[in-house]
């Protein structure tokens, strides 16, 4: 296991676990308690985490693990879950990304689909996300539309007056969403309100709506509201969305398609 990766999955147990203890933490990776000790101190650092006598817990009250580091979660099901949003774009649609991991893997599997290598364009990409963007700017057949705003360093995405005078002037063909929580009575939702409302205005501006998320985030309510779900055409998830789960949004006027 690399440096990376146990970072990658201590701050995945703090999240899971809200605290760490050492020994424990050292049993679980299979490597030293000095290895975990010296890993703790520099993700403290770096104020990821804080260090106490023993072991680790969250930074702050409100704790958000970066985007960096939530890359290998669940990422088998991602990979399926942006590969079927993907293919539910046309060659020449304006499309609108979030930001987010999810939302990162669609930019990907768009990138790699063979009919949209050559076009002019062959997609107008729209995204306040600006790892996206800097991904896909290389791309010279797809035009990138970058949004103003205020950079989060967590999820590298503009929020803010500016990112949203920006949308309030543009119309999208099919916007996907990226979200912390979506529920069918509730709604779609993240956890930070300048995001949820740069994301809202996305929806106002989409002739169809998208939400990509695996099955861990339905029916999970989180505290800013993006859309109700019948501003939602299509949901994208894994199979862990059990059926009987599925028809609850279904009933709310959302087409599911578990992957």
Known sequence: MTRKERWQTLLDL???????EVEA?????GV????VRRD?????EQQLLV???????????????PLRYRTSRRAAEKRRIS?????????????????GTTTTEVARALAGRPDLAQGSPALTVVTNALNIAGELVIRPQFKIVLTGGVARPQSYELTGPLAEQVLGQLTVDTAVL?????DPRDGAATRHEDEASVNRLLCERARRVVVAADSGKLGVRAFARI??????????????LPPEAASRFEESGVEVLRV
């Open 40 to 44: 703790l101190d520099l993700l403290a």
């Open 14 to 20: 703090l999240v899971e676990r809200g605290a760490l």
């Open 83 to 99: 590969e079927a949003v993907a293919a539910l774009v046309t060659p020449g649609e304006v499309v609108g990304l979030t930001g």
């Open 25 to 29: 933490a050292a049993g679980t990776l």
């Open 227 to 240: 859309c109700a779900p019948e501003a939602v055409d299509v949901l994208v998830t894994d199979t862990g």
């Open 32 to 35: 030293s308690a000095a290895t």
């Open 51 to 65: 260090r106490t006598r023993g072991g680790a817990v969250p930074h702050g009250v409100s704790y958000e693990l």
């Open 178 to 182: 990226g979200v912390d929580g979506f």
